[in-house]
Nanobody, 120 residues
Framework: VQLQASGGGVVQAGGSLSLSCAAS????????MGWYRQAPGKQRELVAR???????NYADSVKGRFTISRATAKNTVYLQMNNLKPEDTAIYYC???????????????WGQGTLVTVSS
């Protein structure tokens, strides 16, 4: 299973960016898909995640500004980021908890990361 993230870039504070991440390979089903980020010198942290039923969780720092969604048929997760702040600058990683075949245990896969830079 491979996760391919795209959509990062440079934006001014107050601007918007949209990230997407598509999973491919041998996939029976995907449970949770999510976005994490890691800023320089900091640990990787959860940004948002969405389970197969549609429930979502967000980090407090992004609530009201970021929206996570998924296209189940496309095995794709999206992150719409609005009102970006310089402290949102980080490498953003997507992940997915995947059943690769019926009855198989969940395995977690990570994308390669995409850089988001917010200038003040």
């Amino acid at each position: 299973v491979q996760l391919q993230a795209s959509g990062g870039g440079v934006v001014q504070a107050g601007g918007s960016l949209s990230l997407s991440c598509a999973a491919s390979g041998t996939i029976f089903s995907i449970n949770t898909m999510g976005w994490y980020r890691q800023a320089p010198g900091k640990q990787r942290e959860l940004v948002a995640r969405i389970v197969s039923g549609g429930s979502t969780n967000y980090a407090d720092s992004v609530k009201g500004r970021f929206t996570i969604s998924r296209a189940t048929a496309k095995n794709t997760v999206y992150l719409q980021m609005n009102n970006l702040k310089p402290e949102d600058t980080a490498i953003y990683y997507c992940n997915a908890d995947v059943h690769y075949t019926f009855g198989a245990a969940l395995r977690t896969y990570w994308g390669q990361g995409t850089l988001v830079t917010v200038s003040s």
